[in-house]
């Protein structure tokens, strides 16, 4: 049973940082690609970043380029998003997800689990 818990979420003002992480378990952590998407109050799911499942390739959406950073540890199931520079408009809801393979995928769709959440709030 795959199972993905994210953590590292909270409370941050603007310009400040966070690390979110994503312990993954009842999977081939190494076979598969990754990702984050976040979903704000009223609006729909968003893709955020993608990264494959050697780590060597890592896609990201305009708004997170520049400031986000998505990384994995295959030796301990780990996925990792590096916030800097965070702004009010990244407030939500943070979801790591596996993909349906072993690269990244830039669609919701191209998901086949996600965890249930860590919340982000970035004050101004």
């Known amino acids: 049973q795959v199972q993905l818990a994210e953590s590292g979420g909270g409370l941050v003002q603007a310009g400040g940082s966070l690390r979110l992480s994503c312990a993954a378990s009842?999977?081939?952590?190494?076979?598969?690609?990754m990702g984050w998407s976040r979903q704000a109050p009223g609006k729909e799911r968003e893709f955020v970043a993608s990264?494959?499942?050697?780590?060597?390739?890592?896609y990201y959406t305009d708004s997170a380029k520049g400031r986000f950073t998505i990384s994995r540890d295959n030796a301990k199931n780990t996925l990792y998003l590096q916030m800097n520079s965070l702004k009010p408009e990244d407030t939500a809801v943070y979801y790591c997800?596996?993909?349906?393979?072993?690269?990244?995928?830039?669609?919701?769709?191209?998901?086949?689990?996600w965890g249930q959440g860590t919340q982000v709030t970035v004050s101004s």
């Open positions: 997800g596996r993909t349906a393979g072993k690269f990244t995928s830039a669609e919701i769709s191209g998901y086949r689990y």
């Open positions: 009842g999977l081939t952590f190494s076979s598969y690609g």
């Open positions: 990264i494959s499942y050697n780590g060597l390739t890592t």
